[in-house]
């Protein structure tokens, strides 16, 4: 099976982990430890799992959905005022032709709003620029920031149990990575997929393939298409699942873990519908220094995961998925003391599989 194949097993032919959470707010200590592991568990054998009995409530979810519609359903003319391109902290409207400065040789159908945790405007990262960091901007549409925020502040907070619990898992004071969380990049997308007539294939797609740049993706998804590669590097189809949130290991966690925990290649495939997905990329802080953590730091580790900044990983991985970013750096508008390689180191491609 490779990139350009569409195919992937069922998730009635994959065994996905659905893990409830209930374990840990229950206050006893032995249901934490079982959600830890259980956790811990998934992340090294299939790198993704769902979650359920998360603590969102669905009218939140449902109303963070029908905000999302309510700004993709605007005239283009009205999104534009709000494009990222007028920001250097990647803030606002995304449309589809920045998706990638490939485009439109390449196609990836979805246009996007994109937020993140709220920065001062006197943040000395947002005045340097081009650093992810800094305040927020806002559609003129009643209520829309209220019910946005919330929800961002809703799964940011339930990013920080999963951390919690992940530190429980691996051993690590819970304090060692919270002390990386005090301005991160967690950034939220309000993704729309474009309904169009063209075929799915390697240059056509929702989303193509690729790993997140931080510790982990919490997703809640509106309809099919998402499909993810398992610690087997096979495809699998990730259908939504009432009430449940979608999580994917990111390169944060691969290194921490010093590679127990794969960070997981996932695609979204061109269906030609309408769809919505909300993921919350639960980041760092942009000069947070990653490494394997002390436990797991060996010769071997050391080596395949050198130190690396949160912030620069995510700016070299993001400079070309964006094609306004990649056209300032082209024109000398910013400037990066840091490589950006063609792709993501931590890139892993697909099992060949060979048909019956």
Not at 37 to 66: K, M, P
Not at 103 to 125: C, G, L, R, T, V
Not at 140 to 151: M, R
Not at 289 to 316: D, N, S
Request: hydrophobic share 40%; proline share 7%.
């Amino acid at each position: 099976m490779s990139d350009t194949d569409q195919h992937a097993l069922t998730i009635a032919e994959a065994n996905l982990p659905v893990i409830d959470l209930g374990g840990l707010t229950s206050g006893d200590p032995a249901q934490k430890a079982a959600v830890a592991r259980a956790l811990g568990d998934a992340a090294r054998t299939s790198g993704f799992f769902y979650i359920r009995n998360h603590g969102i409530d669905q009218a939140l979810i449902d109303a963070a959905f029908a905000a999302s519609k309510q700004f993709h359903d605007l005239p283009r003319r009205k999104k534009m005022k709000y494009w990222s391109g007028f920001t250097t902290h990647h803030r606002g409207y995304v449309p589809l032709e920045e998706n990638g400065a490939s485009f439109p040789k390449q196609i990836n159908f979805n246009e996007a709003w994109d937020m993140s945790f709220e920065a001062a405007a006197d943040h000395p990262d947002y005045l340097t620029g081009w650093r992810m960091t800094g305040p927020n901007i806002w559609p003129d549409l009643p209520g829309w920031k209220e019910t946005v925020s919330t929800y961002y502040n809703e799964i940011f907070a339930l990013g920080l149990r999963l951390l919690d619990a992940l530190a429980l898992e691996l051993g690590v004071d819970p304090a060692e990575l919270l002390q990386h969380i005090t301005c991160p990049t967690s950034q939220l997308r309000l993704l729309r997929y474009v309904p169009n007539d063209m075929p799915a294939n390697k240059d056509v797609v929702g989303i193509a393939s690729h790993s997140d740049f931080e510790c982990f993706t919490i997703l809640m998804q509106g309809g099919p298409g998402l499909q993810v590669m398992n610690a087997d590097d096979d495809w699998i189809e990730a259908p939504p699942l009432p009430g449940c949130f979608v999580v994917n290991i990111g390169d944060i966690f691969e290194t921490w873990s010093g590679g127990q925990f794969k960070s997981t290649q996932h695609r979204v495939n061109n269906i030609g519908r309408e769809r919505y997905s909300m993921p919350l990329f639960f980041g760092l802080d942009y000069h947070s220094i990653v490494e394997p953590l002390a436990q797991f730091r060996t010769p071997e580790t050391v080596a395949k995961y050198p130190p690396i900044k949160a912030g620069e990983h995510l700016m070299r991985m993001t400079v070309n998925a964006f094609r306004y970013m990649a056209d300032a750096r082209a024109k000398g508008e910013f400037s990066t003391d840091y490589e950006v390689p063609e792709e993501n180191p931590f890139k892993r491609e697909a099992r060949v599989l060979v048909a019956e």
